[in-house]
């Protein structure tokens, strides 16, 4: 057996997603194109091929699905922006470009996810509300710290404004049409950020 027959046949199986998790997909995808209050436990229910008591097994209503949709996108951007950064050691330019790279791959895996950020947030209890707009403000604040070393032109507050505006470019995601293939989408919107960022 040769080494790459080891690699495959070693390698662990992915992990299958949970019926929770498969929910919760289903209701992403119905939220984010029907809107919150277009969809109703029986719509993501009927969708999931679920009935009513077992949905509510998983769920305890639509808002704890929305919880559970964007409090762990935010977390994760968080960790990921973070873990990015420390890679680099101090080698601003290369953690910026991780930076991008991260976010892109993250957008336009989850545009979905991206439109419910958008326009469904203050749906959310104002607790939960509260966590993502202090995750969302580290994240950005990541951004910022990398900033200052390739921008010491700019003071915080500017490059601030120039991370909100690359989020603006990289969140578009939801708003493409598939007339242009995924990676020539990721290469695009990856200059188009770098431009934004570095003014060049």
């Not at 991780?98 to 895996?109: K, T, Y």
């Not at 707009?133 to 404004?161: K, M």
């Amino acid at each position: 057996m040769t080494v790459d027959q080891q690699q495959r046949t070693t390698a662990p199986a992915p992990r299958r997603r949970s019926r929770r998790e498969e929910i919760l997909e289903i209701a992403v995808g119905l939220f984010a194109s029907r809107g919150y209050h277009g969809v109703s436990m029986d719509d993501i229910g009927s969708a999931a091929g679920v009935t009513g008591p077992a949905l509510y097994h998983h769920f305890a209503g639509k808002e704890a699905m929305l919880v559970a949709a964007l409090v762990p996108v935010s977390e994760g951007l968080l960790s990921g922006g973070k873990s990015r950064v420390s890679r680099h050691n101090g080698d601003a330019q290369a953690a910026l470009a991780d930076l991008i790279d991260f976010h892109v791959d993250f957008a336009l895996a989850n545009p979905a996810v991206i439109a419910l950020h958008l326009h469904e947030l203050d749906r959310l209890p104002d607790e939960p509300r509260r966590q993502i707009r202090r995750l969302q403000r580290l994240y950005v604040e990541a951004w910022v710290t990398v900033l200052g070393e390739l921008r010491p032109d700019l003071d915080a507050g500017e490059r601030r404004v120039l991370a909100h505006s690359a989020f603006g470019l990289m969140n578009s995601t939801p708003f493409l049409g598939g007339e242009v293939d995924r990676q020539r989408r990721a290469a695009l919107l990856r200059e188009a950020t770098g431009h934004a960022l570095l003014g060049r």
